[in-house]
């Protein structure tokens, strides 16, 4: 049975509330004791034990005092940020359009050393032409009924973001499906000028991209969704629906293991070069 993208942002929010009631059990107090001393319906502390309502900051001080375990509300409050923060829906995170999209993440692209990152459906942000990312980000707002229409003001600023490829500092580790290549977005131009910029950028020295042939016999590991690896600390995986991301230790060696499995199956240098000619050459 298929996997809903916020199941992994459930479980979290589950771990924080079984954490919350072991506190609860482990200072002798029950349901309704907990809520009397926190000054809120029994009911409450039920809906947070089962992970049906998210605690507060505030309400996670109350329940740690009332426990006696004060010094551990801290800690219990950023893992359940973490956990609401997981699961990001694309209308939440456009509704002021999508250039503050783009320049929202460019500190902690900065902050990043390595990034890993596999695409199945279209050519990786960091590589993509201005023309290419208008037509994609046009697309989406179109798809999406996004008031705010600024996907030509949000390619330049994606362009922008992606200077950071030519910066020290930083290694890029980028595989992609070759049907990327076939994925036309934009007119044949636009298309053809995005492939070129692969072959050229595809060159540079912090730059390892790798393309895995649609005739790969045998393969390891099937297709799958989008997802950026940043360092070995956060996974950040594209549904149609929202944006899902992982900081779990066990999730992202799942998600490196995969990667490995796809990066060993691509072909490099002068075969994805070929590659990407032969899909110019299919746009004449």
């Avoid at 991209?209 to 070995?232: C, K, N």
Wanted: proline share 4%.
């Amino acid at each position: 049975m298929p996997i809903s993208p916020s199941s992994a942002a459930q479980a979290a929010r589950e771990v924080v509330a079984l954490r919350l009631r072991d506190i609860r059990k482990s200072a002798g107090l029950t349901v309704v004791e907990l809520a009397s001393q926190c000054g809120w319906h029994h009911a409450k502390t039920s809906r947070i034990e089962n992970a049906l309502t998210a605690p507060s900051a505030k309400d996670i001080r109350a329940w740690a005092a009332a426990c006696q375990v004060a010094e551990q509300a801290e800690d219990l409050i950023a893992q359940s940020l973490n956990a609401e923060s997981m699961y990001r829906e694309w209308r939440h995170q456009l509704r002021r359009g999508m250039k503050q999209l783009q320049d929202s993440v460019v500190e902690f692209f900065h902050e990043t050393s390595l990034f890993r990152i596999y695409s199945s459906t279209m050519v990786p942000g960091l590589l993509q032409t201005e023309g290419y990312a208008a037509a994609l980000l046009s697309n989406i707002a179109d798809f999406r009924d996004i008031p705010i229409n600024d996907g030509a003001a949000a390619a330049a600023a994606r362009v922008d973001r992606s200077r950071i490829i030519h910066e020290p500092g930083h290694h890029f580790v980028m595989v992609i499906e070759e049907a990327v290549l076939y994925s036309q977005l934009g007119d044949a131009d636009a298309m053809a000028a995005q492939l070129g910029y692969l072959l050229t950028s595809g060159a540079l020295p912090q730059v390892s991209l790798g393309i895995v042939p649609m005739a790969t016999p045998g393969r390891s590991q099937w297709p799958i969704e989008t997802f950026h690896v940043y360092d070995d600390t956060l996974v950040s995986v594209e549904f149609l629906s929202a944006e899902v991301n992982i900081t779990q230790p066990s999730e992202i060696v799942l998600y490196l293991k995969a990667f490995e499995r796809l990066r060993n199956m691509a072909v490099y240098g002068g075969d994805a070069r070929a590659l990407i000619v032969k899909a110019i050459d299919a746009l004449r």
